[in-house]
Each structure stands twice: as structure tokens, then as C-alpha cells.
RNA sequence: GCCGUUGUAGCUCAGUGGUAGAGCACUUCCUUGGUAAGGAAGAGGUCGUGAGUUCAAUUCUCAUCAACGGCUCCA
């Protein structure tokens, strides 16, 4: 007998050798008719597996991450029996489950998948999932396993053998389709109920773009039908969220190919919004000791030599252009220039810290297919600082701007982030990094206990430091799941040198200051996609273009709408009249939909009493005040940039 | 950059080997209406660009540009 322990603690004593899938059924058959796999001491395997020895056990159903990861990688295998059963000869890489649904990396030959084929490989897949083919694990040896490829003249999956041990290797077997693969599965193939093939894309082999390019094939699955349209209708709703689309409707950017692809151009509506974010920004930055300063848009080449930016980073800058006999650079960062604004004037220990901000326009050569709407783009307006100080001023710099940071994802409502500490790779100094190995290391754990010592959550990554220095990038995520990094704090002990920048301390000696880089507020473009989609469109008040559109009832009242929107634009408030000859119902619609924040609605009633009827953007009506009443209320939210939409 | 998909009016989209249509938006007129679409008329496109096939191309072929999805989450 073993001894098997519940995530409720209860122990239970079973015959060695009994499955989860018996413990499930010796609790109830309901429950054994929901699992889908087993987590045994800690350890996702099937269901159908016996267990030897006293063990902890939690059974997975839909309702676990890991049951819906064993369901949908065993979704993956499906869809590989489908499409071998539909195009016979099809090699196989590798097809895990991912965050939502899963995928399957696949070499077709010369056959290419067309749209019609995802439906036809849909119906396929129910049809094989109906027969309720048990997933069957089979050990095998790895002389058998490499026989078994050869002969199917799979390289594939010859290739991912070379790297596994005798005694390692499993094979999973449902319906016709046997993939080598560690599992776990779910028990058969009827559990999958929904199916949706999502798309077809290219895939580099190992993601290496020098390989082979296969065809991968996403999809989705669910124990449900009515899962499957939940998932459906919260695409559709992602959808009137993206940036772009929004972006548009509201008038906030566009783009023109004229202008050329990642360069957008900034409606009057964006503007405002650009706008208010500088003006929040210069507030913040003045109050924390910056200064402002505004460069040239090029610099000369010999900046980029002594900056080191150029054998790092020429491949993400605008080639040059020449005048004079000299090649000109577009600038793909402000630190150089404001480094020699450091440099400008000679410094003493007095001096510093000494901050420069500045938003700077950058432009950056992304590749073609990285460009997406304003998330990554080639023109770019970054919330830029940088911070001079001795190594005795950094942490408490560095804190200071982790504060910044935290103030401001309080002001916008962001709650979900994490700081990613990025640190360099050893193998790559001298090539992707500055080879400084003592430097690295020093400067890594001085970042390290500043986020340690101020209680910050992060994650470690290696090789993905800037070339100067580690840094600390903010990963957050869009209302609509979408994941990117806002803003950036880093760290360069390489660049003071390199410009030969100097103060002269205490004992009269001149010492190279350290220099903190960093954006809280990452780049308009990204901030504003990022807003977009957080707000779905519905801006706080502070940034919202227009702030208050009066609507009379007929244009018997637009005089007085012309006197309201006088007096709302003496109080600085960000009016409009809408004179159009249309009735009120069309005109709070189309207010509505342009997600202006107030509405003033003014007749015969209002005109003679002096006073506006108020209607909340998405809340409906709030009542009658008078329009200083209203004034004064809408100038505090406005003031104290409340984010209470 | 690479793979795939798409490209028709300002927007959303239909359509055809014989040089194009709808709804919304726009303009004008009627209407002066009290909390999410009042009515009518009109204007607007060399069908992304270039070339080829054809008597004839927006439609078929090729190239090119752009947008979108993916190329990271390793059997």
C-alpha cells in the first residue's frame, strides 16, 4: 500500500501501482470524468500512470494551468494526426502548448497550407477526437527510437534524439499518430470537444534565422463549445481595443506611405495628449532636481565612434548621410549629446548629480517586420534623462528614479509590471557588450541590491544588457494581454570614459561619474499605443482631447453654447459645441463614440435657468449644475490628473 | 530581414475577364427635434504601384510597396 496525500491534506492509502485516474474514481466518477492529468510530487504526468511509492498528489482538470497545458499539447498531437492523415509525408518538430492554445512546427515539403486547409483540418480533428483514442505512453529504447526516424526519414526528430539520454525516451501513440514526445497527455482524444486552427505562419527552424523556414500552425481547443465562443467574442473585444484601430477612430495618429512605413504622423487629438504627457513629465523632473535640454536631431560620426554606438548599434541606426565630407548620423539616442552638454562646462563634485532631460526624437532603422502600429516604430519621442553622479550618489539615484517610476504607474493605473533586470553575457564581451568583466560585475550587483534593498519584484535575464551597462527594463501589459517594455533605467560605466566626461572631487582629482539612463515614461509612441488600449480609448479627463462637448438641443441654444464654450475655454478646458443640425439623440451617440468625457446638454430649460445639464461619458446623466459649479468640479479632477473614468 | 495573408470611396466592406457597388462619414435641402442613429438629394474611386498575358485586366501572372499574423514561450 502507498500512501497518497490530497491537496487538502487528507492521506489516503491505495494498492501500489494505482493511477490518478483510480484515485479520482475511489473519490467520485464525477471528478475522474474531469482529469485530465496528475501532478505527483510536484511532477505533471498522466493520469494513467501508476504511482509506486507514498506520494503527494493533485489531480488537473480544466480549472489548472497544467491541466489546460496537457490539454492543449495534446490538442498539438490531434492536429499532427490530422494533418499527417491529410498530407501524408509531413515531418514534425516540436508542438507545445502555450499561454493560449498551441502550436505545432511542421516541414510540408513543397505544399504550402491554405485557409481552406485549416478548415478541412478542423473537420478532421473533430473527427478524430469523436473515436476517443487513448493517449499511450511507451518507454523506449533510444537505438529503437533512432531506427524508428531513420526509417521515417525524419530529421527532425533525430535532431531533438541527439540530445536525449537512453532511458529518457517516450513515445506517444493516439489513434495512427505516434510522436516522440516526454508528455504528459490527457487520457484520450474525446475530451477535446472545440476546435479552432487560428493561423498559419513561418517559423525558422530553432528559431534560428539561418535554418530552414517550417510551417507552424496555431490553434485552440476546449473541453466546450460555449468556451471556445467566450474565447471568440474576447478576440473580437481585443480587437475594438487595439491602439491602431482606435488610434484612428479617435483621431490620435496615422501613418502614410508616403511618409514611410514606422513614421507616424500626429493627429491634432495625439498632439494633446503628447502634450499634457510633457507637461506632466517637465513637473515631475523639475520637482526631482532635472534640468532640461534640447539637441540636434544629427551628430557627426566621429559622436557615434567615441560613444561606441556606431560598432554596437549601426545596424538599428539610419544610414549616414554625407555634407561636407563628413557623414552625418540620425540620432538614435540622446545620451551622446547630452553627454557633451555635460562635458560643455567643467564640473565639480558640487555639481553633481547632474540631470539632463530632454524629449528627444530618435529615430531607429527597426526592420520591416518588426514594425507594429506604435508600439515599435522608426521615429521615436523618448522621455529621456540622463543622471551624473559618483559612485556614493548612485544608489540613492537609482532609487530615486525607481520612485519616479512607481509615481507614475500610480497616476496612469498600471498594477501590472515587472522590472526585468537585464545583465550581460561573459561569452559575448567585446562583441555585444563593452569588455569590461570587473566592471560588469560590479555595476550588476550595485543595481541588484538597490532593487533587493528597495523591496522591488524582478527577474534576472542574462545577455540582454544595453552594450554599456546592465539596465532594468519594465515589462507591463495592455488591457489587451499585449506584453512590452515601457521603459528602461540603465546603467553605464563605459560612456563617462569614452567621452573622457570628469568632474573634479573632494581631493581636487578628476573622476569619471557614473551615468543613469532612463525613460520611465518610455517613448510617446509606446506610452500612447499603451494608453490606447488601457483606457480602451476612454482617457482620463486630464488627457482627454476634447474634455467637454456642449450639445444643444436645437441651434435655437447655440448662442448659448457659444457663451459656455467661452467661458470653458477662459477656465482652460478643452471645449467644443457640436452646431451640427442634428437631433440630440445623434449628437450624444456620436459624443459617445468619440469617448469625450463630459457633455453639456442645453435648451429652453437650461438657457433660462442659466445652467447645464451634465451627462458622463459612458454613465449617462448627472444632473443639472450651474456652469461655474461645473467648472469648478471638472478643474480639480483635471488638476489632480484623477484617474477616475 | 524571412514565411504566410491582405490591399476596391475618408472608414467598414461587397463584387466582376467587358473600365465598379453598399452602409457610415461628407455637401446641400427639409426638419428645430430633450439624453446612443429624423428624412431626401448630391458629391466622391484611373480598384496600392509597375509590368506581362489578352481584342479587353480592378479581376489572371510576375515584380514591387505597404499593412496584418508569425518567426520568444524548445518532443
Same mark, same amino acid.
Given at each position: 500500500m502507498i500512501k497518497i496525500t490530497l491537496p487538502d491534506g487528507s492521506v489516503r492509502e491505495y494498492t501500489q501501482g494505482s493511477s490518478a485516474m483510480d484515485i479520482a474514481k475511489s473519490i467520485s466518477e464525477g471528478l475522474a470524468r474531469k482529469v485530465l492529468a496528475a501532478e505527483v510530487n510536484g511532477a505533471v504526468i498522466d493520469a494513467s500512470r501508476? +504511482?509506486?511509492?507514498?506520494?503527494?498528489?493533485?489531480?488537473?482538470?480544466?480549472?489548472?494551468?497544467?491541466?489546460?497545458?496537457?490539454?492543449?499539447?495534446?490538442?498539438?498531437?490531434?492536429?499532427?494526426?490530422?494533418? #499527417?492523415? %491529410?498530407?501524408?509525408?509531413?515531418?514534425?518538430?516540436?508542438?507545445?502548448? %502555450? &499561454?493560449?492554445?498551441?502550436?505545432?512546427?511542421?516541414?510540408?515539403?513543397?505544399?504550402?497550407?491554405? &485557409?481552406?486547409?485549416?478548415?478541412?483540418?478542423? $473537420?478532421?480533428?473533430?473527427?478524430?477526437?469523436?473515436?476517443?483514442?487513448?493517449?499511450?505512453?511507451?518507454?523506449?529504447?533510444?537505438? #529503437?527510437?533512432?531506427? !524508428?526516424?531513420?526509417?521515417k526519414n525524419d530529421e527532425y526528430k533525430l535532431d531533438l534524439l541527439q540530445n536525449l539520454k537512453d532511458g529518457e525516451i517516450t513515445f506517444y501513440s493516439q489513434g495512427g499518430f505516434t510522436d516522440l514526445c516526454r508528455g504528459p497527455h490527457i487520457p484520450h482524444t474525446g475530451f477535446i470537444k472545440a476546435i479552432k486552427l487560428t493561423n498559419i505562419a513561418g517559423a525558422y527552424w530553432k528559431g534560428d534565422e539561418k535554418n530552414k523556414q517550417l510551417t507552424r500552425l496555431y490553434g485552440i481547443t476546449f473541453p466546450n463549445q460555449k468556451e471556445l465562443d467566450e474565447y471568440l467574442l474576447m478576440l473580437e473585444e481585443a480587437k475594438k481595443r487595439d491602439h491602431r484601430k482606435l488610434g484612428k477612430e479617435l483621431g490620435i495618429f496615422t501613418m502614410d506611405d508616403d511618409v514611410g512605413p514606422g513614421l507616424p504622423l500626429?493627429?491634432?487629438?495625439?498632439?494633446?495628449?503628447?502634450?499634457?504627457?510633457?507637461?506632466?513629465?517637465?513637473?515631475?523632473?523639475?520637482?526631482?532636481?532635472?534640468?532640461?535640454?534640447?539637441? *540636434?536631431?544629427?551628430?557627426?560620426?566621429?559622436?557615434?565612434?567615441?560613444?561606441?554606438?556606431? *560598432?554596437?548599434?549601426?545596424?538599428?541606426?539610419?544610414?549616414?548621410? &554625407?555634407?561636407?565630407?563628413?557623414? !552625418?548620423?540620425?540620432?538614435?539616442?540622446?545620451? *551622446?549629446? @547630452? @553627454?557633451?552638454?555635460?562635458?560643455?562646462?567643467?564640473?565639480?563634485? $558640487?555639481?553633481?548629480?547632474?540631470?539632463?532631460a530632454e524629449y528627444g526624437t530618435c529615430y531607429r532603422y527597426e526592420q520591416s517586420g518588426e514594425l507594429?502600429? %506604435?508600439?515599435?516604430?522608426r521615429c521615436l519621442h523618448m522621455n529621456d534623462a540622463h543622471i551624473y553622479c559618483t559612485k556614493e550618489q548612485f544608489a540613492d539615484e537609482f532609487r530615486a528614479v525607481n520612485d519616479m517610476y512607481l509615481k507614475y504607474f500610480k497616476i496612469f493605473g498600471i498594477d501590472k509590471y515587472i522590472m526585468r533586470l537585464s545583465l550581460h553575457d561573459p561569452e559575448k564581451l567585446g562583441q555585444k557588450y563593452i569588455n569590461e568583466p570587473a566592471l560588469w560585475l560590479e555595476t550588476e550587483e550595485l543595481v541588484r541590491s538597490v532593487l533587493i534593498e528597495s523591496n522591488i519584484p524582478y527577474v534576472e535575464v542574462k545577455g540582454e544588457g544595453a552594450f554599456y551597462g546592465p539596465k532594468i527594463d519594465v515589462q507591463i501589459w495592455s488591457a489587451i494581454g499585449r506584453e512590452f517594455t515601457l521603459a528602461t533605467n540603465q546603467v553605464d560605466f563605459a560612456q563617462g570614459r569614452r567621452f573622457k566626461l570628469a568632474f573634479t572631487n573632494k581631493e581636487n582629482q578628476p573622476e569619471v561619474p557614473l551615468i543613469i539612463h532612463r525613460a520611465p515614461l518610455g517613448t510617446h509612441e509606446r506610452f500612447i499605443g499603451f494608453l490606447l488600449e488601457h483606457y480602451a480609448g476612454k482617457?482620463?479627463?486630464?488627457?482627454?482631447?476634447?474634455?467637454?462637448? /456642449?450639445?444643444?438641443?436645437?441651434?435655437? !441654444?447655440? *448662442? !448659448?453654447?457659444?457663451?459656455?464654450?467661452?467661458?470653458?475655454?477662459?477656465?482652460? /478646458?478643452?471645449?467644443?459645441?457640436?452646431?451640427?443640425?442634428?437631433?440630440?439623440?445623434?449628437? +450624444?451617440r456620436d459624443?459617445?463614440?468619440?469617448?469625450v468625457p463630459y457633455m453639456l446638454v442645453v435648451g429652453e430649460k437650461e438657457m433660462t435657468e442659466e445652467k447645464v445639464a451634465i451627462r458622463r461619458q459612458g454613465k449617462g446623466d448627472a444632473g443639472v449644475k450651474s456652469l461655474e459649479e461645473f467648472i469648478a468640479e471638472i478643474s480639480v479632477e483635471i488638476k489632480e490628473r484623477s484617474a477616475d473614468i
Open positions: 501508476g +504511482i509506486t511509492a507514498d506520494s503527494s498528489l493533485k489531480l488537473l482538470t480544466w480549472d489548472d494551468n497544467s491541466g489546460k497545458n496537457t490539454f492543449w499539447h495534446s490538442s498539438a498531437h490531434l492536429m499532427a494526426e490530422a494533418v #499527417e492523415a %491529410l498530407f501524408p509525408g509531413v515531418k514534425f518538430w516540436v508542438g507545445p502548448a %502555450l &499561454e493560449k492554445g498551441f502550436y505545432y512546427d511542421m516541414d510540408l515539403g513543397d505544399r504550402k497550407l491554405t &485557409e481552406e486547409d485549416l478548415t478541412t483540418l478542423e $473537420k478532421k480533428m473533430q473527427e478524430l477526437a469523436k473515436q476517443n483514442s487513448q493517449f499511450v505512453r511507451k518507454e523506449i529504447a533510444k537505438n #529503437e527510437a533512432i531506427t !524508428y526516424f531513420i526509417d500626429w493627429l491634432p487629438n495625439g498632439t494633446i495628449i503628447i502634450e499634457e504627457l510633457e507637461k506632466l513629465a517637465k513637473e515631475t523632473e523639475s520637482d526631482a532636481g532635472y534640468k532640461r535640454v534640447v539637441t *540636434p536631431h544629427i551628430a557627426k560620426e566621429s559622436m557615434y565612434l567615441t560613444s561606441g554606438h556606431l *560598432p554596437y548599434y549601426a545596424d538599428s541606426m539610419f544610414p549616414a548621410m &554625407e555634407m561636407d565630407g563628413e557623414k !552625418y548620423y540620425l540620432k538614435a539616442m540622446n545620451c *551622446p549629446h @547630452h @553627454h557633451k552638454i555635460f562635458d560643455a562646462e567643467p564640473k565639480s563634485y $558640487k555639481d553633481l548629480p547632474y540631470r539632463l507594429f502600429g %506604435l508600439m515599435r516604430v482617457f482620463p479627463l486630464w488627457l482627454a482631447p476634447t474634455q467637454v462637448k /456642449i450639445l444643444p438641443i436645437s441651434d435655437k !441654444y447655440l *448662442p !448659448y453654447a457659444q457663451t459656455l464654450l467661452q467661458q470653458l475655454k477662459k477656465a482652460d /478646458i478643452r471645449a467644443a459645441v457640436d452646431d451640427r443640425n442634428e437631433k440630440i439623440g445623434k449628437k +450624444i459624443t459617445e463614440l468619440m469617448k
